[in-house]
């Protein structure tokens, strides 16, 4: 059985959106066997700065569900990988159409190989999009939980992100960024999205698994 781990590595020191208002990630070392014995981590970060992310509509609605309240039935679920072409920075509706696609059930990860750029200064300011069409197709299909190798959906420096209000008042959530799309190619996998379970937060640290 093929088995895709889909997460961003967490490293010290990634910062994707260079604002104070989402400090970089911080991971150091803390005791030391040569002089206690023993090694363990602290870890610090913003929880949608530097890592793959699993997110609720908390992020936007107060009325939404924090990421503890979200039931493990839905971090388990059929998802189908697509690619998306861009056209400058914008991102297109895929060419050949979804099959038995069930609305309000089945997750949506698009890549178009965004991933290549984690280690860019501007992997966020220079991501990729979704065209209008290409949300007005999202918003059709009602995905549970939508993923991509791109950090924002959004054009990056609209900061209504008027597609993602609508997204997550419909009830989705997002996953993101994830890596190692085009591995795993246009098919139909299972997808386990495994956050944090962290008491009151919009949303945590995920690791990603796909399997077919």
Not at 30 to 52: C, D
Request: proline share 10%; glycine share 8%.
């Amino acid at each position: 059985m093929p088995l895709f781990d889909l997460s961003v590595p967490i490293r010290d020191g990634v910062d994707w959106y260079r604002d104070p208002t989402t400090p970089a990630v911080r991971l150091k070392n803390v005791g030391s066997i040569e002089k206690l014995g023993w090694v363990s981590q602290t870890l610090t970060l913003q929880v949608l700065n530097g890592t793959t992310y699993l997110e609720t509509s908390g992020h936007m609605y107060p009325d939404g569900p924090s990421i503890d309240q979200v039931p493990p039935e839905k971090l388990l679920c059929r998802a189908h990988v697509v690619p998306v072409t861009p056209a400058g920075q914008e991102l297109a509706v895929p060419e050949s159409p979804l099959a038995q696609f069930r609305a309000g059930e089945d997750a949506l990860l698009l890549y178009c190989g965004w991933d290549a750029h984690l280690e860019d200064p501007k992997f966020y300011s220079s991501s990729p999009y979704f065209s209008k069409p290409l949300q007005s197709w999202i918003l059709d299909m009602q995905p549970s939980i939508l993923g991509g190798d791109m950090v924002s959906y959004d054009h990056p420096a609209d900061a209504a992100m008027p597609f993602l209000r609508t997204y997550f008042r419909r009830g989705g959530m997002i996953l993101c960024p994830l890596t190692g799309l085009g591995k795993v190619g246009r098919r139909t996998v299972t997808l386990c999205a495994a956050p944090l379970k962290l008491v009151g937060a919009n949303a945590a640290p995920c690791r990603a698994l796909a399997w077919f």
